[in-house]
């Protein structure tokens, strides 16, 4: 609103709010250390801060509708699942800040299963001692032990090895929350579904009516969408499982370690040798990457039993829903046959209506024809002739009746 201003006499017109920049969020970020704060973070920087391209975020924007997908990249994962649109790090969680109770309760069950698994597995410094232990190294990476052990110039032939249950490493910590949390929604709403349907199915068998059409109707539209969401989870698993490369992108953890360990190996090199030794040097290195990549892209057991554990799970609800689809089916069909036998209870009355109605119309003609005005001596007769012509055409259209009834039935076009 403009003011005026008393001693100069000019209008000010206040400026307007200082707008968000572009694309600006608030984010929850839960760490490695169970720690979770709420941050503003703009487009562009989660995308340094990940090393996602734009279209991977579009993914996780609530206004647009993707369908459900796990995505693999190089220093990050992308997870959207049901009501979870997150992305994990090998450090942290970051997902839009959200008021659903579903979000609410994934990020206690978060943030749970970090503490109670630990700290992560530690990593190397670009400056410290290059000698590791067996149970330091990360989760499911028995290579990165030996090609250490080779750039140091120790073996580990003669200590003891530590021998403990591996800690994942902290991205599958998460991704287990996230598929447990997309997968007990989808299992209480089958579960819900179910309760709600078979009564519904049964009570439809007993008494056909309007309403109970309508609650089926509406039962079968939530059971379409609920089997086409969890057969898009199922597929994706799937599509994980089949292959080996997007499930190595998701060791983000050892390929952190690889890319510390290859860096510091090229600073160590460049120090100690000369140009042609350096060279020769650069060669060897790049086949100790080649060999870590190699190791990376075929040490997928972890994870694949992990996709695997949950994949029977989706598994088992897309039956679950495959079995309640089989049951609305067969109560379709015996409806449909109920309606056809009422139909055909209401044909064959159709029919001896119509019977009756014809061998009436014989009995008018009759009438008929002695209703003419033309004298003969029938009317001059007694009233024993008038009973015994009536009693006689009644008599005539029964037996005709009958008749045409037991010609039906030896004919089989009856069921009586």
């Known amino acids: 609103m403009a003011v005026a201003d008393e001693e100069t006499g000019k209008i000010q017109i206040p400026a307007p709010p200082r707008r968000k920049g572009i694309g600006v969020r608030t984010w929850v970020v839960v760490s490695e250390l169970d720690q979770s704060l709420l941050e503003e973070v703009g487009k562009h920087s989660i995308m340094r801060r990940t090393g996602l391209p734009t279209r991977d975020l579009r993914v996780l924007d609530p206004v647009l509708s993707y369908p459900s997908s796990i ?28 008021t659903s109770p579903l979000v609410i309760q994934f990020l206690q069950d978060l943030r749970h299963r970090i503490s109670r698994s630990g700290p992560a597995p530690p990593q190397p410094s670009m400056e410290g001692d290059m000698e590791y232990h067996a149970d330091e190294v990360p989760w499911g990476s028995p290579s990165l032990q030996e090609h250490t052990e080779l750039k140091d110039g120790n073996t580990m032939m003669g200590e003891p090895v530590a021998t403990g249950p591996k800690v994942p490493s902290f991205e599958f910590r998460a991704l287990e929350a996230c598929l447990e949390s997309a997968c007990r929604c989808l299992e209480s709403e089958t579960q819900m579904l179910q309760e709600e349907a078979y009564p ?63 860096q510091s190996s090229r600073e160590g090199a460049y120090n100690a040798e000369n140009e042609v030794d350096d060279k020769r040097s650069e060669e060897s290195k790049s086949d100790d990457s080649s060999e870590i ?59 001896m ?34 009973w015994a012509t009536v009693c006689g055409t009644v008599g005539g259209c029964v037996a005709l009746y009958l008749c045409a009834i037991g010609w039906g039935k030896k004919k089989n076009l009856l069921a009586l």
């Open 353 to 386: 209506l119509s019977t009756a109605n014809m061998i009436l119309n014989a009995g008018i003609v009759v009438v008929g024809l002695f209703g003419m005005n033309i004298g003969i001596s029938l009317f001059d007769g007694q009233p024993t002739q008038f």
């Open 200 to 262: 519904a199915l049964d009570e439809l068998t007993s008494k056909i009516s309007t309403l109970n059409l309508e609650r089926v109707r509406q039962i079968k539209s939530q059971l379409v969408a609920i089997s086409g969401r969890v057969q898009k989870v199922r597929d994706e698993l799937e599509h994980l499982l089949d292959d080996d490369n997007d499930m190595a992108e998701m060791y983000l953890t050892e390929k952190l370690v690889a890319r510390s360990m290859a």
């Open 71 to 98: 995505l693999g990249r190089e220093r990050a994962i992308v997870i959207n699942l049901e009501h979870i649109k997150a992305i994990i790090t090998a450090k942290e969680v970051l997902m839009i800040n959200s």
């Open 293 to 351: 990549s190699t190791s990376l892209k075929l040490n997928i057991e972890e994870l694949e039993m992990l996709l695997e554990a949950y994949f029977v799970q989706i598994d088992g609800i897309l039956q679950k829903l495959s079995d309640m689809s089989e049951y609305v089916d067969d109560t379709e069909d015996c409806i449909n046959i109920m309606l056809d036998d009422k139909q055909n209870q209401l044909l064959e009355m159709g029919v």
